[in-house]
């Protein structure tokens, strides 16, 4: 079964640059959600998409965007990088009202700020 | 507060013992219950999920409401077995609600 896929899978930037990170969620899922997962720390919710609108927020700075795309893709925007930005981004999918709203996962993004 | 505890960061057992990954979670409503592994820091997968009761390669975990407790347990651990392992918690009624997660617990299974 098609899983979720993210890329790139490994993205080194350095201080200041910017990064795009795409997520194309499992076909027919209207839902997607970021999470940072920095060494050694559980996930972090950053957002979440259904059906395009911004539905739930957490710790998202304010140099991070994100949108949902008519294709159900997201892409989170990240400008003026930091350091502290290094860390595992995965994205996960799911199908609401579907009676299994399980987020499933990707294989993450690595970023690498230099 | 929605919060997930594991309380236990290492659990280091011997291949063929009962292992018990302990999660206790406080939410004010209904929350839906899972643990994710994830191995070598890979993506995370789905172990189980409380609404579906059902045993994944031999885990089983129960929701107890009154002790706000979502245990993962397996009879005999196996070296395949060694991973992280993370509780997780999501409300339910909204489209597109956040997981919490705990802070996870290293599952280590030797010989």
């Known amino acids: 079964a098609a899983g979720v896929i993210q890329s790139p899978r490994h993205l080194i930037k350095e201080k200041r640059e910017t990064a795009t990170l795409k997520c194309y969620p499992i076909?027919?899922?209207?839902?997607v959600y970021w999470y940072q997962q920095g060494p050694g720390q559980d996930p972090q919710f950053l957002i979440s998409?259904?059906?395009?609108?911004?539905?739930d927020k957490g710790s998202i700075p304010d140099r991070f965007s994100a949108q949902q795309f008519s294709d159900y893709h997201s892409e989170l925007n990240m400008s003026s990088l930091e350091l502290g930005d290094s860390a595992l981004y995965f994205c996960?999918?799911?199908?609401?009202?579907?009676?299994?709203?399980?987020?499933?996962f990707g294989p993450g993004t690595r970023l690498l700020v230099l | 507060a929605q919060r997930v505890t594991q309380p236990e960061k290492l659990l280091s057992v011997f291949k063929g013992a009962p292992v018990e990954l302990k999660c206790n979670y406080s939410?004010?409503?209904?929350?839906?219950l899972f643990w994710y592994v994830q191995y070598s820091r890979q993506r995370l997968q789905l172990l189980l999920r409380?609404?579906s009761r059902e045993s994944i390669k031999g885990f089983t975990a129960d929701l107890n409401k009154g002790e706000t407790s979502f245990h993962l347990k397996k009879p005999f651990a196996q070296e395949e077995d060694s991973a992280m392992y993370y509780c997780?918690?999501?409300?339910?009624?909204?489209?597109?609600?956040?997981?919490?997660f705990g802070k996870g617990t290293t599952l280590s299974v030797s010989s």
């Open positions: 996960a999918s799911s199908l609401v009202g579907s009676g299994d709203e399980t987020q499933y």
């Open positions: 076909p027919r899922h209207d839902t």
């Open positions: 998409f259904y059906e395009k609108m911004q539905s």
């Open positions: 939410y004010s409503g209904s929350p839906e």
């Open positions: 409380h609404i």
């Open positions: 997780a918690l999501s409300g339910t009624g909204q489209a597109g609600t956040a997981l919490i």
